[in-house]
């Protein structure tokens, strides 16, 4: 039947169509694709069943998946269906992704054996290796394991990420054949891993023949929502199109019914072509009703005229997950031979049928026991396969049976698939309305299943039903616990809370307090300023500690920690912190242990925390996620020399590892570090990155901060608005929170952008609130470590005196520590500020310090120098020094100090050429980001499989790449993108 109303809808997505097969004919970048979106029975599906006709009639390969609100709960169902089909094409992707995604479809073991549900749960709650403990740490991660560390989306959630990997890759490789249409029905209905998959392949389909078509049901949730994809929203049809629908489907009504039916159905398809029908079978529309509501009464009405066998087989169906036409036979037959369901009984007021008096015929029901069903337009049965005409149907069905009889029908589903646990545990847990301890013990291995495929939410899920079936109120605190364990894994803060919340209503026991705590603290995107909570979960440490129980300990205390950065507690917390960290039976040099110091005391325990990490920096590749926490606690210290270098190495770990979540923490930690020290080439991708990885992975915090890292490049690149609009944003992210390290980047990238501007006030006064303990914007680490800007924006401004105030507070933090950072402000601001000829044996001493790695603190040094050498008339002098700041500045990439200089060259008598663009003025950063590891020598694949890419998509950014900046090879580009070294 053709459509009706829907030319315009229809040619957008045929112009799709035209799009991605005209751009795989020629190499040419695709448009991504659509989210159809509006009302249940709008017509979403034959919309785009009808696009996917057009699509095949032009050539391209379709996939299809559609969601089934019965799999929500069955990790990567929406998956295994659209992919099946292709599945031979798996044996090409490289190693890892072809095991894990193999692993997720169930075609093969997941890769290695994981941690199973509640490690750490289990840990706390049962120290001699009680439920959960067997894999210790490797449940989460952070210091000691602990998702503490903020583990969002990590360990579990690693697998959805390689296995989204593993997807793109095959869709490319399939794409780059025949062009590809994806077709994702009911997205709202797709189980979360599934739905995550495809909101990630949707990210990253730009480059490639590939169009992805999403319906999903307005005013529903889904990961596909926040993937990308343009809207269309599908509304009623017009009058006259509605009209034209009525009379082709039903054409023998009378004026009067037409024109109810037309009201009643006010221009939704669905409601147009089944009225009619419920006008026969009940003799009328019945009374007035919602839309949805008058169609499933519409719905149920059909069904009671059917025999009991096809009622029955109807509702077996209607709670079948899989669709499979042989499991849902199979279980009819065993319902038919038991004590017979009466299904969806006759319509109330009328007498029975016939067929449904007397012994139940069908006991051996075949696929004639559905032929009523399909006559009756309720189901269409091919393929081995039932399929519901309409969502709407299929909800209905059960909607109408009987509670017990669900269940019996649940029951009946359960015995047919004993080859299938986890689907055989969840039709158990249907069936049963009170405590049962076997049944939960099969959810509980369900949910092993799921986190082992990486399905962190099935998982969670599994574990909550279980927690619903526990017969025993210790069994059930342990397994909402384990689900909030998972959930602060995978990020999901809300869903943590709420289990946490569950577990604590049970009385729990000192240890399981602990554990409460301590998964609730664990999130570092999210820590608020409930400054409270510190000397809180301090407690709780030294509680668990005496108990003589450590490892849960140092993860109680790792959140606490946490809070000292991203909030301030004050002095007396700080100190209850390390009491308590003192007192834990590990050594000094542990990881766990440098990495608290620094963050509840990074100057006190400077010494203490700068020796161990150099230490550590050692041992730097054995485990990325030690080295992203250590690179984090690097940059507490000032040492951003090493917090960039550990959070290189921690990097690419983290991708190999598909720890999407975690990457852009380490990303962060590196692009703020190497923005300090002036490598502008490696941080620009680098905060981009990690700006775009934790907006894609609902980290705010990070996102924030990488932002803020933006604005503060832009402002050292000269580009005011964009800084200021960049830092806007990150304000936008952090204020409500109160994330202080967010806010004082924010304000040191306003202070560089009116410095560069000669608004010296203004600067000297955005910078100074980093410094206000009644400022949001004061963190007590970061506030030293900005001495130069506010320095050079006091002095310009008339306010030298408040700069020396400033001096006398910071000036005893150097005794206790050997910050790189702070020790080089000092060195700055005393040059800077002395008088007359003490000034001059200052800038000297300060420049015959240690700067190697440290190119933008040289050039600020040589810079201030010769303005000080030449404002004293000794021009000649001036000029190798402002020489040396121009080129440096140049060669980093910091155009406004390069201007700086410039200038104050001029007036010492020295002219000084343009400054040539570089790679990174002509390139995106995401375009930097591919260039430089084109440099490095890797291949388009390699690239692809760092940055989360087809290497289809590789190929068309550096097709754009290279004529951008002139060259014709990646020799050239690693001669063009070298990096700076002011010590060669």
Same mark, same amino acid.
Request: charged share 25%.
């Given at each position: 039947?053709?459509?009706?109303?829907?030319?315009?809808?229809?040619?957008?997505?045929?112009?799709?169509?035209?799009?991605?097969?005209?751009?795989?004919?020629?190499?040419?970048?695709?448009?991504?694709?659509? !989210?159809?979106?509006?009302?249940?029975?709008?017509?979403?599906?034959?919309?785009?069943?009808?696009?996917?006709?057009?699509?095949?009639?032009?050539?391209?390969?379709?996939?299809?998946?559609?969601?089934?609100?019965?799999?929500?709960?069955?990790?990567?169902?929406?998956?295994?269906?659209?992919?099946?089909?292709?599945?031979?094409? /798996?044996?090409?992707?490289?190693?890892?992704?072809?095991?894990?995604?193999?692993?997720?479809?169930?075609?093969?073991?997941?890769?290695?054996?994981?941690?199973?549900?509640?490690?750490?749960?289990?840990?706390?709650?049962?120290?001699?290796?009680?439920?959960?403990?067997?894999?210790?740490?490797?449940?989460?991660?952070?210091?000691?394991?602990?998702?503490?560390?903020?583990?969002?989306?990590?360990?579990?959630?690693?697998?959805?990420?390689?296995?989204?990997?593993?997807?793109?890759?095959? !869709?490319?490789?399939?794409?780059?054949?025949?062009?590809?249409?994806?077709?994702?029905?009911?997205?709202?209905?797709?189980?979360?891993?599934?739905?995550?998959?495809?909101?990630?392949?949707?990210?990253?389909?730009?480059?490639?023949?590939?169009?992805?078509?999403?319906?999903?049901?307005?005013?529903?949730?889904?990961?596909?929502?926040?993937?990308?994809?343009?809207?269309?929203?599908?509304?009623?049809?017009?009058?006259?199109?509605?009209?034209?629908?009525?009379?082709?489907?039903?054409?023998?009504?009378?004026?009067?019914?037409?024109?109810?039916?037309?009201?009643?159905?006010?221009?939704?398809?669905?409601?147009?072509?089944?009225?009619?029908?419920?006008?026969?079978?009940?003799?009328?529309?019945?009374?007035?009703?919602?839309?949805?509501?008058?169609?499933?009464?519409?719905?149920?009405?059909?069904?009671?005229?059917?025999?009991?066998?096809?009622?029955?087989?109807?509702?077996?169906?209607?709670?079948?997950?899989?669709?499979?036409?042989?499991?849902?036979?199979?279980?009819?037959?065993?319902?038919?031979?038991?004590?017979?369901?009466?299904?969806?009984?006759?319509?109330?007021?009328?007498?029975?049928?016939?067929?449904?008096?007397?012994?139940?015929?069908?006991?051996?029901?075949?696929?004639?026991?559905?032929?009523?069903?399909?006559?009756?337009?309720?189901?269409?049965?091919?393929?081995?396969?039932?399929?519901?005409?309409?969502?709407? /149907?299929?909800?209905?069905?059960?909607?109408?049976?009987?509670?017990?009889?669900?269940?019996?029908?649940?029951?009946?589903?359960?015995?047919?698939?004993?080859?299938?646990?986890?689907?055989?545990?969840?039709?158990?847990?249907?069936?049963?309305?009170?405590?049962?301890?076997?049944?939960?013990?099969?959810?509980?291995?369900?949910?092993?299943?799921?986190?082992?495929?990486?399905?962190?939410?099935?998982?969670?899920?599994?574990? =909550?039903?279980?927690?619903?079936?526990?017969? =025993?109120?210790?069994?059930?605190?342990?397994?909402?616990?384990?689900?909030?364990?998972?959930?602060?894994?995978?990020?999901?803060?809300?869903?943590?809370?709420?289990?946490?919340?569950?577990?604590?209503?049970?009385?729990?026991?000192?240890?399981?307090?602990?554990?409460?705590?301590?998964? !609730?603290?664990?999130?570092?995107?999210?820590?608020?300023?409930?400054?409270?909570?510190?000397?809180?979960?301090?407690?709780?440490?030294?509680?668990?500690?005496?108990?003589?129980?450590?490892?849960?300990?140092?993860?109680?205390?790792?959140?606490?920690?946490?809070?000292?950065?991203?909030?301030?507690?004050?002095?007396?917390?700080?100190?209850?912190?390390?009491?308590?960290?003192?007192?834990?039976?590990?050594?000094?040099?542990?990881?766990?242990?440098?990495?608290?110091?620094?963050?509840?005391?990074?100057?006190?325990?400077?010494?203490?925390?700068?020796?161990?990490?150099?230490?550590?920096?050692?041992?730097?590749?054995?485990?990325?996620?030690?080295?992203?926490?250590?690179?984090?606690?690097?940059?507490?210290?000032?040492?951003?020399?090493?917090?960039?270098?550990?959070?290189?190495?921690?990097?690419?770990?983290?991708?190999?590892?598909?720890?999407?979540?975690?990457?852009?923490?380490? !990303?962060?930690?590196?692009?703020?570090?190497?923005?300090?020290?002036?490598?502008?080439?490696?941080?620009?991708?680098?905060?981009?990155?990690?700006?775009?990885?934790?907006?894609?992975?609902?980290?705010?915090? /990070?996102?924030?901060?990488?932002?803020?890292?933006?604005?503060?490049?832009?402002?050292?690149?000269?580009?005011?608005?964009?800084?200021?609009?960049?830092?806007?944003?990150?304000?936008?992210?952090?204020?409500?929170?109160?994330?202080?390290?967010?806010?004082?980047?924010?304000?040191?990238?306003?202070?560089?952008?009116?410095?560069?501007?000669?608004?010296?006030?203004?600067?000297?006064?955005?910078?100074?609130?980093?410094?206000?303990?009644?400022?949001?914007?004061?963190?007590?680490?970061?506030?030293?470590?900005?001495?130069?800007?506010?320095?050079?924006?006091?002095?310009?401004?008339?306010?030298?005196?408040?700069?020396?105030?400033?001096?006398?507070?910071?000036?005893?933090?150097?005794?206790?520590?050997?910050?790189?950072?702070?020790?080089?402000?000092?060195?700055?601001?005393?040059?800077?500020?002395?008088?007359?000829?003490?000034?001059?044996?200052?800038?000297?001493?300060?420049?015959?310090?240690?700067?190697?790695?440290?190119?933008?603190?040289?050039?600020?040094?040589?810079?201030?120098?010769?303005?000080?050498?030449?404002?004293?008339?000794?021009?000649?002098?001036?000029? /190798?020094?402002?020489?040396?700041?121009?080129?440096?500045?140049?060669?980093?990439?910091?155009?406004?100090?390069? =201007?700086?200089?410039?200038?104050?060259?001029?007036?010492?008598?020295?002219?000084?050429?343009?400054?040539?663009?570089?790679?990174?003025?002509?390139?995106?950063?995401?375009?930097?980001?591919?260039?430089?590891?084109?440099?490095?020598?890797?291949?388009?694949?390699?690239?692809?499989?760092?940055?989360?890419?087809?290497?289809?998509?590789?190929?068309?950014?550096?097709?754009?790449?290279?004529?951008?900046?002139?060259?014709?090879?990646?020799?050239?580009?690693?001669?063009?993108?070298?990096?700076?070294?002011?010590?060669?």
């Amino acid at each position: 039947m053709p459509l009706f109303g829907r030319e315009a809808e229809l040619r957008a997505l045929t112009g799709l169509i035209d799009d991605v097969r005209d751009s795989g004919l020629r190499g040419l970048r695709g448009r991504g694709g659509v !989210l159809v979106q509006g009302e249940a029975g709008i017509g979403k599906s034959a919309l785009v069943a009808a696009a996917a006709s057009v699509a095949s009639a032009a050539g391209l390969r379709v996939l299809t998946t559609t969601g089934v609100a019965a799999e929500r709960n069955l990790a990567y169902a929406g998956l295994h269906q659209l992919l099946y089909p292709v599945r031979a094409g /798996m044996d090409a992707l490289p190693a890892r992704q072809r095991a894990a995604l193999r692993g997720a479809l169930g075609l093969d073991d997941p890769p290695g054996p994981g941690a199973q549900p509640g490690d750490v749960a289990g840990a706390v709650a049962e120290p001699g290796g009680g439920a959960g403990s067997g894999g210790g740490a490797g449940a989460v991660t952070g210091p000691g394991g602990g998702a503490g560390a903020g583990a969002h989306l990590g360990a579990a959630g690693a697998g959805v990420y390689l296995v989204g990997l593993a997807t793109l890759t095959l !869709l490319a490789e399939l794409a780059a054949a025949r062009p590809l249409l994806v077709v994702a029905e009911d997205a709202h209905w797709l189980d979360r891993a599934s739905a995550d998959v495809l909101a990630f392949v949707a990210r990253r389909i730009e480059s490639e023949p590939i169009v992805m078509v999403a319906t999903l049901r307005e005013g529903e949730r889904s990961p596909l929502r926040e993937a990308g994809l343009p809207a269309m929203t599908v509304g009623r049809l017009s009058g006259q199109a509605a009209a034209e629908l009525l009379d082709a489907t039903a054409p023998g009504l009378t004026p009067a019914l037409r024109e109810r039916i037309l009201e009643q159905a006010a221009g939704n398809p669905l409601a147009l072509t089944e009225l009619p029908a419920a006008t026969a079978d009940q003799g009328g529309i019945g009374p007035p009703a919602p839309l949805g509501e008058r169609l499933e009464r519409a719905f149920t009405a059909r069904v009671t005229t059917l025999p009991l066998p096809t009622r029955t087989a109807l509702l077996v169906a209607a709670l079948n997950e899989s669709g499979s036409v042989a499991e849902t036979l199979a279980a009819t037959r065993l319902l038919l031979r038991s004590k017979p369901l009466t299904g969806i009984g006759p319509i109330a007021g009328t007498e029975p049928r016939t067929a449904d008096i007397g012994p139940p015929r069908g006991s051996e029901a075949g696929l004639e026991v559905l032929a009523p069903a399909v006559e009756a337009r309720l189901v269409e049965v091919g393929g081995g396969a039932v399929r519901f005409r309409h969502p709407l /149907m299929r909800s209905a069905i059960p909607a109408a049976a009987a509670l017990d009889e669900c269940g019996r029908a649940h029951l009946a589903l359960a015995e047919t698939l004993c080859e299938h646990p986890d689907r055989r545990a969840w039709h158990r847990a249907a069936a049963t309305a009170g405590p049962d301890e076997e049944v939960a013990a099969e959810l509980d291995r369900a949910a092993a299943q799921a986190r082992g495929r990486g399905a962190v939410a099935a998982a969670v899920a599994a574990l =909550e039903q279980a927690a619903r079936l526990s017969e =025993e109120r210790e069994g059930k605190a342990l397994r909402l616990l384990r689900a909030a364990e998972l959930a602060v894994e995978s990020g999901s803060r809300d869903t943590a809370e709420r289990l946490v919340r569950a577990a604590r209503e049970l009385d729990l026991s000192p240890r399981r307090r602990a554990t409460a705590a301590w998964l !609730l603290s664990g999130f570092e995107d999210g820590v608020r300023e409930d400054v409270s909570r510190v000397p809180e979960l301090a407690g709780l440490a030294a509680s668990i500690a005496g108990e003589g129980h450590a490892e849960p300990a140092v993860r109680i205390l790792w959140g606490a920690a946490m809070r000292c950065f991203w909030s301030e507690p004050g002095q007396d917390a700080r100190r209850l912190v390390l009491r308590v960290a003192d007192g834990l039976p590990l050594p000094a040099g542990d990881p766990r242990m440098v990495a608290i110091a620094a963050y509840a005391a990074p100057f006190e325990r400077g010494f203490t925390v700068i020796g161990g990490l150099r230490e550590l920096a050692g041992a730097a590749g054995a485990d990325p996620e030690v080295d992203r926490y250590l690179g984090s606690a690097a940059l507490q210290v000032g040492a951003f020399d090493l917090a960039g270098r550990l959070s290189a190495v921690a990097a690419p770990g983290l991708r190999a590892q598909g720890r999407l979540g975690l990457l852009p923490r380490a !990303l962060a930690v590196q692009a703020w570090s190497l923005t300090r020290l002036g490598d502008l080439a490696t941080a620009v991708p680098a905060a981009e990155e990690a700006a775009r990885l934790a907006a894609e992975t609902g980290q705010p915090f /990070m996102y924030g901060l990488a932002t803020a890292v933006q604005a503060e490049i832009a402002a050292l690149r000269g580009e005011n608005e964009q800084a200021r609009a960049l830092a806007d944003e990150a304000e936008r992210v952090a204020l409500p929170a109160g994330a202080r390290p967010v806010l004082a980047t924010v304000q040191l990238a306003r202070g560089l952008a009116a410095m560069s501007e000669g608004r010296f006030d203004d600067a000297f006064a955005d910078l100074s609130r980093i410094l206000d303990p009644t400022d949001p914007a004061y963190q007590l680490a970061l506030r030293a470590y900005f001495l130069a800007e506010l320095t050079e924006a006091a002095l310009r401004a008339g306010r030298a005196d408040a700069m020396r105030d400033v001096l006398r507070d910071l000036e005893p933090l150097a005794a206790s520590t050997p910050s790189p950072a702070l020790h080089i402000g000092l060195r700055y601001a005393r040059a800077v500020l002395a008088p007359g000829e003490e000034a001059e044996e200052l800038y000297a001493a300060a420049l015959r310090a240690d700067l190697s790695g440290w190119p933008a603190e040289r050039a600020r040094l040589h810079l201030a120098f010769g303005e000080w050498l030449r404002r004293r008339r000794r021009a000649v002098e001036s000029r /190798m020094h402002l020489r040396t700041a121009r080129e440096a500045f140049d060669a980093l990439g910091m155009a406004a100090w390069g =201007e700086r200089a410039r200038l104050e060259l001029r007036g010492a008598g020295e002219s000084s050429p343009t400054r040539d663009p570089d790679a990174w003025d002509r390139l995106t950063p995401h375009e930097l980001s591919i260039a430089r590891l084109a440099a490095e020598g890797l291949t388009n694949r390699e690239i692809g499989q760092r940055l989360y890419l087809s290497h289809r998509t590789v190929g068309t950014h550096l097709h754009r790449i290279f004529p951008k900046l002139g060259v014709s090879s990646r020799a050239d580009l690693g001669r063009m993108l070298k990096t700076y070294r002011p010590d060669e």
